[in-house]
């Protein structure tokens, strides 16, 4: 029997709570050894997708196949073949770090030798051998996640969900969990990725699938999405950032939703014309808004998205929110 070189294979899956459709019919393909982006706001339906392939709760409808082996009847060979590392580390606070990965070692069939040496590995691998004699509830938050994700990994996985992994990290850590992510790819673990991140979904997705409302909207790698809302977006950078308010409703009004970037003083806009770019920028000096730089270039995976779905990636939705929440423990 040959493999199918897709690691996940789901078709109209759907899960309702109450009155709410959570996931509303979501089809997914995601090709073995790479990592695949499930990009959305808090309560798209990204957690509930992840715990129905991960075999926690069931489907209401559709289908799947994870690693070949169906979610439903063959759920313990998906569970035996799979990792989920979630939002909130599942480690023992009370315990170090080399106490909590030679356990779970053990409990995963290890020799103590083995569940010994493996620790020792990993804790070197993931940076964290000087902190491996320290209770957990001491770590930092980045040290902690490091560590959820080590222990996920003491016995390598086929496939792992990751669940917002850097939710709450600093850039340090994040960048370090993302050279984690891409050293287990390298080795070839396929990754599911759930994010509301869209940086993060660039740097490490090779396919992304955004989901708005329990349903992906778009799908392709980060280049083709970007290329589908045009060729380009301006990006402009004020002197003054107070001015950020005013400057957004004069290119809201010339060219669209605009996106507030990290940079207090910077914002973009998608704009696939050069002359009504121009036109903006204009309207923003008669304004008396002074403008330290602009360019137009290719659109990012946050005006991606503001195109896609009419409101920024950071928008939470209110009730699927909750419901999520409340059904994921």
């Not at 959570?22 to 090709?31: C, E, I, Q, S, Y």
């Not at 409990?107 to 051998?129: H, N, Q, S, V």
Request: aromatic share 2%; with cysteine.
């Amino acid at each position: 029997m040959t493999h199918s070189p897709l690691a996940i294979e789901a078709t109209g899956l759907v899960k309702s709570y109450g009155e709410t459709r959570a996931v509303d019919g979501v089809d997914l393909a995601v090709r073995r050894g790479s990592v695949y982006g499930v990009l959305g706001p808090n309560g798209a339906g990204k957690t509930t997708t992840i715990r129905m392939l991960a075999t926690l709760i069931r489907p209401d409808a559709g289908s799947a196949r994870v690693m070949g082996h169906d979610i439903v009847d063959e759920a313990d060979a998906v569970r035996a073949a799979v990792s989920l590392t979630g939002q909130l580390a599942s480690v023992d606070e009370d315990l170090t770090g080399r106490e909590n990965l030679t356990l779970l070692g053990r409990l995963l069939g290890l020799k103590r030798p083995a569940a010994k040496a493996r620790a020792a590995e990993l804790l070197d691998a993931f940076g964290l051998a000087e902190a491996a004699g320290r209770l957990v509830k001491h770590y930092s938050g980045g040290m902690r996640r490091r560590l959820d994700i080590a222990a996920s990994i003491v016995v390598t996985p086929e496939l792992m969900f990751l669940d917002e992994p850097t939710t709450g990290l600093d850039p340090r850590s994040r960048n370090q969990v993302w050279e984690i992510i891409r050293a287990m790819v390298a080795e070839g673990t396929t990754i599911l990725l759930c994010t509301q991140y869209l940086e993060e979904a660039d740097q490490l997705a090779d396919g992304i699938a955004v989901i708005d409302h329990g349903r992906v909207i778009a799908e392709g790698t980060p280049g083709q999405l970007k290329a589908s809302v045009g060729s380009g977006a301006l990006h402009v950078r004020l002197l003054h950032p107070d001015q950020r308010p005013e400057a957004e409703q004069v290119l809201g009004r010339e060219l669209g939703a605009v996106v507030l970037e990290p940079d207090p003083a910077a914002l973009s806009v998608v704009c696939s014309d050069a002359d009504r770019g121009a036109v903006a920028i204009a309207e923003l000096a008669r304004s008396g808004v002074r403008i330290a730089d602009f360019s137009l270039g290719q659109s990012s995976l946050d005006e991606v998205f503001l195109a896609l779905t009419g409101r920024p990636a950071e928008a939470v939705p209110g009730e699927p929110d909750r419901i999520e929440e409340e059904h994921a423990s």
